[in-house]
Every structure is written in C-alpha cells, then in structure tokens.
C-alpha cells in the first residue's frame, strides 16, 4: 500500500469513527451542533475515501464528482455550521455573518475565471441578504441566526450537489496516485464551493478561538459594548472594535492562561478548542495550497488535522474523566464538576459587555 493511498485511508477511517464518537454524544446530550458536526465528519470521511480508492484503483467520473461534493463543498461548511449552533447564544452571528458575505463575495470575484458567469452574482446578492438577516437576529439577540445559517447550508448543499454531477468536466482526472485537485472542473460549482468552504472553515478557526477565549482567565485591554440600546453610530463602531479588541484580549490573556494550565486551574474546554483551532487551521492551509496549485502537503496534513481536532474533542467531553459505555447511557465512571459551555458563555455575556 502506498503513501498516496495510506494517508486518506486512516484520514477517512479517523473521521468516520469521529462520527460515531459525535453521534454517540449527540444521543447522550441532544445538542444540536453534535449532530451537525457528526454529518461534517461523515463527509470528510467520504471525501477521504474516495481519494484512498482513487489512488488505489484510479479516478472515475462519478468518483471525482463525489470527491470534490464531499471534501470541497460540504464537509467545511458544515463544520462550520455545527460551530454555529454551539455558539447560538453569543454575538459570533457578527462573525458568521461577515464570513458568509465574505464568501459571496469570493465566489463574485472569480466568476469568470472559473466560467460561472451571472451565478456569481446570484451568490453575492444571496450573500448579502443572508449576512445582513443573521446580522439583524444577533443584533436583537435572537438565538434564531443558526437557523438562518443552516437554511443556507442545505440549499447551497443541494444546489452544490445539482452543479457537482452536471457541470462539464474540462480538465483531465487525477493520475493514480496523485492529489486530487479540482482544476477538472469548471462552472458554478467551483464558486459554490467558495461561498459554503471559505465561511465554514473560517467560522470553525474562529468559533474555536472565541470558545477558548470564552473560558479562559480574561485581561481586557480594550474594552468594547454590542449592547443593542447603545445609539446606532456608536454600535456600528463598536462593531468595527470588536474585531480588533476581541483578538487583542485575546493574546493578552494567554500569560495567565498558560499560567492557569500549568496549576490545573484552567477549564478543559480552552486546550480543547485550541487544539480544534490548530487542526481547523491546518486543514484550511492545506485545502488552500491545494487551490493554488501546491499539493505536497494536502494527504498529510490532513490527517494531522483531523488528529489535532480529534484530540480536542476527547478532551473537551472529558473522556478521560467520564468513561460511558458508547450508544448507552451506562457511566463506569464519574467526570469532575466543571461548568458546561452553556452556563459559562450565559454567566460570561452578563458580565462582559462585548459578547
């Protein structure tokens, strides 16, 4: 067995028992975003799979489509999606909004390099109009924005589906062996693909880093408000502040954070979702440099995604504290008592006027 077939072989075997593991703990919690992120696993198992069976029986048609459905239209967004749900209650529908405008906006700009034509307007005038609605739901802290987002993510997944099996094929299929890429298609599903993966793999970096930053010891250098009764000339520049002032607390805080986990003081979820952002980033590099044309690193790195990610999730669930017979609701044994995400995010928007 080779490299070439080796790598997405154990990245897809890795997912799908990610999936089991997310599905497992969706029955056991019922919270929506571990469900989502069960079907975003799925789809990276999928995708993977079809690069290992590529490698090692050659590419078909219908096994390229399936790949590129998979891995460049569903699987980020999503991830991305699930992050969404987690962090319903928060103000990060500002950043999720932003990312889907971003996204239509990318797929805009290259409309006619990859042949889409006015479907790449269609995308930027539906970007707009669903930035701006999830804008407004989390300016009236509606915890209804996900559901925006998710209304999103099915229609542009079906649309994705529609162009990723009837779009022409004008390049060659991958050589057995090598990294696919999808310079073998061309039309409205490589835009698409834009709008769903850019926002979803953005959203999944950023929801990690801002859940980290939820729970750990906080140093606020700047201090910001996106109260909704504030005038709306001074929350527009609050908005803007925000952007900075969060990332900035954000590296001022981590002295004490470092601090705090070196004394076992700090919360098992800040490790956790850093390592899902370290992964969330190495994806997204090697799914970038694959774009452009760079695909040395593309198999590699994403396994050592998923194990980054992975990590971060056994140890967010506390799996070394809780052990539970899977698809049961039998504990063999007790997990500490920390704060759950919900009530710690709920405490923390009270007291810290910028979330």
Do not use: C
Not at 89 to 108: S, W
Not at 114 to 135: E, K, M, R
Not at 214 to 240: C, E, H, T, W
Not at 325 to 345: K, M, N, S, W, Y
């Amino acid at each position: 067995m080779t490299i070439a077939v080796l790598l997405p072989a154990l990245t897809s075997l890795l997912a799908f028992v990610f999936a089991v593991a997310l599905l497992d703990q969706w029955l056991e919690r019922r919270r929506g975003f571990q469900a989502i992120w069960a079907v975003g696993m799925l789809f990276f198992g999928i995708a993977s799979a079809t690069e290992a069976l590529g490698a090692g029986g050659g590419w078909s048609e219908s096994l390229y489509r399936t790949w590129y459905l998979t891995g460049a239209v569903f699987t980020a967004a999503w991830l991305g999606l699930g992050t969404a749900y987690l962090l319903g209650k928060t103000r990060f529908g500002y950043a999720y909004a932003f990312l889907v405008f971003f996204g239509g906006f990318l797929a805009f700009v290259t409309r006619n390099t990859y042949n889409a034509g006015t479907f790449g307007v269609l995308v930027l005038i539906a970007a707009l109009i669903i930035a701006i609605s999830i804008a407004v739901e989390t300016y009236f802290q509606n915890e209804r924005w996900p559901q925006i987002a998710a209304l999103t993510v099915i229609a542009a997944s079906l649309v994705g589906a529609y162009f990723a099996f009837t779009d022409p094929l004008t390049g060659s299929l991958p050589a057995q062996d090598a990294v696919p890429t999808g310079t073998a298609l061309t039309g409205p599903v490589r835009t698409i693909s834009l709008f769903m993966n850019v926002p979803g793999g953005i959203a999944l970096i950023l929801g990690a880093l801002f859940s980290a930053y939820i729970f750990m010891p906080k140093k606020r250098v700047l201090d910001y408000s996106l109260d909704a009764g504030q005038p709306g000339d001074q929350f527009l520049f609050n908005i803007f502040l925000a952007f900075v002032a969060v990332p900035v607390n954000f590296v001022a805080s981590l002295p004490s954070a470092i601090v705090a986990l070196f004394t076992g003081k700090i919360h098992s979820r800040v490790p956790a979702t850093l390592l899902i952002a370290i992964g969330g980033i190495i994806v997204s590099s090697a799914d970038a440099l694959s774009r452009l044309g760079s695909t040395t690193f593309y198999s590699a790195g994403k396994l050592v995604a998923l194990v980054f990610i992975f990590v971060g999730f056994l140890i967010s669930t506390e799996v070394f504290r809780e052990i539970r017979i899977p698809f049961t609701h039998r504990v063999l044994r007790a997990d500490r008592d920390e704060a759950t995400p919900v009530a710690v995010a709920s405490s923390t928007a009270t007291t810290d006027s910028g979330r």
